[in-house]
C-alpha cells in the first residue's frame, strides 16, 4: 500500500484548505486513516483520524478541534482534512497515515504505512 497526500499550500490567517491522502495497492483495509503535523524544530504531533472498517468515529487533537474536519471515501479509498480559520500556528508539513488500532489512534507509532507530506504554511 502506498499513501499519496495532496492538497498544501500557502494561504493567510483565517483561510482554508483541504487535503486529501489517496491509498494504492490491494487489500486496503486499515484500523484507521490518521493525519500528523510536524513543524521545524518540533516533534511530529497527532492531528486527526478516522476509523475505516467499521463504524464512523473521528477524533481530534484538542488545537485543531472545530476547525478541522477529518472525512473518508472508502469507494475511493482516499481520506480528507478540511482545514478552516488557518493559523499560522497550523504552519507544518502535513503526513497521512495508515494503520493504528483500538487505544492506540493517537500515536504515531502505531500507523504504517506514511504518505510523503504535504506543506501547509499560514500568513499571518
Known amino acids: 500500500v502506498q499513501l499519496q497526500a495532496s492538497g498544501g499550500g500557502l494561504v493567510q490567517a483565517g483561510g482554508s484548505l483541504r487535503l486529501a491522502c489517496a491509498a494504492s495497492g490491494s487489500s486496503f483495509s486499515p484500523y484507521a486513516m490518521g493525519w500528523f503535523r510536524q513543524a521545524p524544530g518540533k516533534e511530529r504531533e497527532f492531528v486527526a483520524a478516522?476509523?475505516?472498517?467499521?463504524?464512523?468515529?473521528?477524533y481530534y487533537a484538542d488545537s485543531v478541534r472545530g476547525r478541522f474536519t477529518i472525512s473518508r471515501d472508502r469507494a475511493k479509498n482516499t481520506v480528507y482534512l478540511r482545514m478552516n480559520s488557518l493559523e499560522p500556528e497550523d504552519t507544518a508539513v502535513y503526513y497521512c497515515?495508515?494503520?493504528?488500532?483500538?487505544?492506540?489512534?493517537?500515536?504515531?507509532?502505531?500507523?504504517?504505512?506514511w504518505g510523503q507530506g504535504t506543506q501547509v504554511t499560514v500568513s499571518s
Open positions: 478516522v476509523t475505516w472498517r467499521d463504524a464512523l468515529m473521528t
Open positions: 497515515a495508515a494503520g493504528a488500532r483500538p487505544g492506540a489512534i493517537f500515536q504515531a507509532r502505531s500507523y504504517f504505512p
